[in-house]
């Protein structure tokens, strides 16, 4: 380790200080009356359902149709995908077979400029078809829509994935978005299959193949070669918002039924309006208690451990915020402050245990550098076993219950969960992510910060007397 | 560690060690205790599951004015006799106010009762015009399905964690270790059920971010002690099991009474806050987890070493006899 000097607390205490304040308060700018958020702070989190209400939506099928348990079912299923696929992690959705209703709830923000709950609304009950036909064919159904009439070639089932992309067009010149997608190639009558044999028939025909969602006409390229390896591309003019939301929109399925909104309504929060203050109080007061507390037990490392847990909670908001460019943002719900409390308990806890080690170790009449540095090695052990498994569970919760599109939800899904639908259950997600994104902090702030603090402080001739971290004076 | 660590190193033993393992009788009468508690609150209070797990109906009444949700929960309370979830709501298409109220099954809300609830209800706050609106059954499969989700989630963590526990404590036997944290764990989770029984709260996601955060704290405060085990056996070579365990548990006392401190007081401080500005739903939230909180700390101190103390002195006494 490289030699910690009297500068490094001073360091290490700014950078805390700094991310602290953009955490808490976020950057933006005002330009006449137009914010712009670079990054975003408290007021910009998404609370959950339990703690701000948000929004009611009944669905039921349009028109006269009858849908049965298992279409209910499977509907109910690709409304919560697309909801996690929208961010909104925290939702509740129901369903009614006797009257052939979803009810869908979801926070609500008053005032979030990016979040429009109608659009929102109308985008979860879409049925999102997608089709591949021959030709680009229309009639007029008995409503007067038109609608695509052509042979089908390809419909969403027969897609294993699909994702966005930005590559470069075909002449090479310039890049554009598209969405690639990877057909299923299990048995004869395989999405490869049937690709494969529309396209051989088409090949060099003036027939173009047109791909549909719903009722509208994405793109119909003309067909130059067999496409055999179960890949296709859909091109037209998509921007990173519009071929990502198509994207995910196959990805997470078509309804087995058209739906409409039957009604659309705010509801108040179930934990009764105004809980967060109510908690927020109680964090507040407890924090300061532990403040305190750990500055009274344990003096200097005690001071030290309440800067690192500062950081630490605003490592926790950050998280939530999505302070961190690579992370996004989550809803903020009743289990996911169980997370925060859950996480920084365990960076108190850490911070205990460095103290009463640092005690022992000056007990046995080791030297105060010494000590210090034994102290933080071994406490670490059980810091880190003991952190390491609650990463364990975060990850195993947000994997069992995240977005199914996630690297370690298809992991789980295909193995653990086999029997369960892949369910995007925002509650526990939120828990877990707050979880894991207060374990790491623990790691950076509790231990890694704390003792880069505690031991530059000790360079210190005011800071070398032993009773300070409650030594003897010998 | 490096060696010059190691050769300076003086054993520092207690002054006072106390004798955790002798304390089986303490543990047995513990868990039976907790057993007792939540099988006479499960038949006299009975459980309570939410709507998202149980099935049941919500009313949606459009009314007039201002309305007091909690006015209204006990109003219904007096017709249907048990407590409901009231909403209040505005309708984004048609502007009006609304008032939701979900029943859950088992209580019984037939289309009578419905009729007698409305009639009560329109007479109750007659100034608000309360008029039906909507009417929608929840089906439970769903809920049912989260909660099965959840708990196989919960089984899978534990194997990986006992998984875990034993690649990390090799040196101290490992495997019965690991089976032995989830033991307290088990205890710490029946703990925060019985709460949420006895205190009558309704089972609803909130009890399922309880039963998650018990199990990370749990975990995490019987990994500490193993830790001091594990730690204690290199500088200790010749010393006992039981010995071990007794001089770790006192070595780690400290640090266990003033980290539950902190996580019990906190707890003890939301729900007074709570209580205090009568925000009564997070109880069901606050009021279990510190009562697994407590259970933790001792669970960690006594269940978890002392059941493990006592799995390994059998094994190793069936080892000698059949020897």
């Known amino acids: 380790m490289k030699k910690t000097g009297k500068k490094t607390f001073f360091i290490v205490v700014a950078f805390i200080a700094i991310f602290a304040v953009t955490s808490v308060l976020g950057i933006d700018k005002l330009y006449g009356d137009n914010r712009t958020t670079y990054v975003k702070g408290v007021d910009d989190i998404r609370l959950g359902i339990d703690i701000k209400g948000g929004v009611d939506v009944t669905f039921g099928p349009a028109g006269d149709f009858d849908a049965d348990e298992a279409q209910l079912d499977s509907a109910t299923e690709v409304i919560k995908t697309r909801l996690s696929s929208l961010g909104i992690t925290d939702n509740e959705v129901y369903s009614d077979t006797k009257s052939d209703r979803i009810i869908v709830r979801f926070p609500w923000k008053v005032g979030e400029s990016n979040f429009d709950p109608e659009s929102a609304v109308k985008e979860l009950g879409e049925m999102a078809e997608l089709t591949f036909r021959k030709g680009t064919d229309t009639t007029t159904d008995a409503e007067g829509n038109t609608i695509p009439s052509g042979e089908i070639v390809l419909t969403g089932d027969d897609i294993a994935s699909a994702k966005s992309q930005y590559l470069p067009t075909d002449d090479g010149k310039d890049l554009e978005y598209v969405v690639s997608l990877e057909l299923k190639s299990d048995g004869e009558n395989s999405g490869k299959e049937k690709f494969a044999a529309a396209t051989g028939e088409l090949m060099g025909t003036e027939t173009p193949i047109s791909i549909w969602m719903d009722n509208t006409m994405i793109s119909a390229p003309r067909v130059n070669s067999t496409i055999t390896d179960g890949r296709a591309q859909i091109s037209g003019s998509f921007d990173a918002d519009s071929s990502k939301k198509l994207a995910d929109q196959i990805n997470s399925g078509a309804l087995p039924f058209k739906m409409e909104t039957k009604s659309f309504r705010t509801i108040s929060p179930t934990m009764g309006e105004g809980s967060l203050d109510a908690i927020l109080l109680a964090a507040l007061i407890a924090f300061v208690g532990i403040a305190v507390y750990m500055i009274f037990l344990y003096r200097l490392p005690g001071f030290v451990a309440v800067i690192a847990l500062c950081g630490q909670v605003a490592g926790s908001i950050a998280a939530i915020t999505g302070w961190f460019g690579f992370m996004n943002g989550s809803t903020l719900t009743i289990p996911g402050i169980a997370g925060i409390i859950l996480a920084v308990g365990m960076g108190v806890d850490a911070n205990i245990i460095t103290g009463e080690r640092i005690k022992e170790e000056l007990r046995t009449g080791k030297s105060l550098d010494a000590a210090i540095k034994i102290a933080y090695k071994r406490a670490f052990s059980a810091i880190l076993d003991g952190n390491i498994t609650n990463v364990i569970i975060a990850v195993i919760l947000m994997g069992a219950f995240g977005v199914p599109d996630s690297f370690f939800s298809k992991i789980l899904n295909k193995t653990i969960f086999f029997a369960f639908g892949a369910t995007a259950e925002g509650v526990v997600y939120s828990f877990g992510f707050t979880l894991l994104a207060g374990v790491i902090c623990n790691f950076i702030f509790g231990v890694f910060a704390s003792r880069l603090m505690v031991t530059s402080l000790s360079k210190f001739k005011c800071f070398k007397n032993r009773k300070l971290y409650g030594g003897d004076t010998k | ?323």
């Open chain 2, 1 to 323: 560690m490096s060696k010059k660590d190691t050769q300076k190193e003086v054993v520092l033993t207690p002054k006072k060690v106390y004798n955790f393992c002798s304390k089986k009788k303490l543990i047995l009468g513990v868990v039976i205790g907790v057993l007792l508690v939540f099988i006479a609150g499960a038949i006299i209070r009975g459980i309570h599951l939410a709507i998202e797990f149980k099935g049941g109906t919500l009313i949606t009444y459009t009314y007039q004015g201002e309305i007091n949700t909690n006015d209204v929960a006990s109003a219904v309370k007096d017709v249907v006799g048990s407590t409901v979830v009231v909403r209040t709501g505005e309708s984004l298409d048609s502007g009006g106010k609304q008032v939701t109220i979900s029943f859950t099954s088992d209580q019984g809300l037939t289309v009578d009762r419905q009729t007698e609830l409305t009639t009560a209800l329109r007479e109750k706050f007659a100034e608000n015009d309360l008029e039906i609106y909507d009417s929608n059954d929840v089906n439970p499969t769903s809920g049912r399905e989260f909660l099965l989700k959840c708990l196989v989630a919960v089984v899978f963590a534990a194997i990986v964690v006992i998984i875990y526990i034993a690649i990390r404590f090799k040196n101290i036997g490992g495997w019965s270790a690991g089976v032995c944290s989830i033991f307290a764990l088990c205890l710490d989770l029946l703990v925060a059920f019985t709460a949420t029984v006895v205190c009558k709260f309704n089972i609803d996601s909130n009890i399922v971010a309880v039963f998650l955060t018990i199990l990370g704290y749990s975990i995490n405060n019987t990994i500490v002690i193993y830790d001091r085990i594990r730690e204690n056996r290199k500088l200790m070579p010749k010393a006992s099991l039981n010995e071990l365990i007794n001089v770790s548990c006192t070595q780690s006392l400290t640090r266990s009474i003033r980290t539950s401190i902190t996580t019990i007081g906190t707890m003890l401080i939301v729900t007074i806050v709570v209580m205090v500005t009568g925000y009564d739903s997070l109880l069901s939230f606050s009021v279990p987890l510190m009562m697994g909180l407590i259970s933790g700390t001792f669970s960690s101190l006594f269940v978890a070493p002392v059941t493990w103390s006592w799995w390994m002195n059998k094994r190793a006494a069936k080892g000698k006899t059949s020897k």
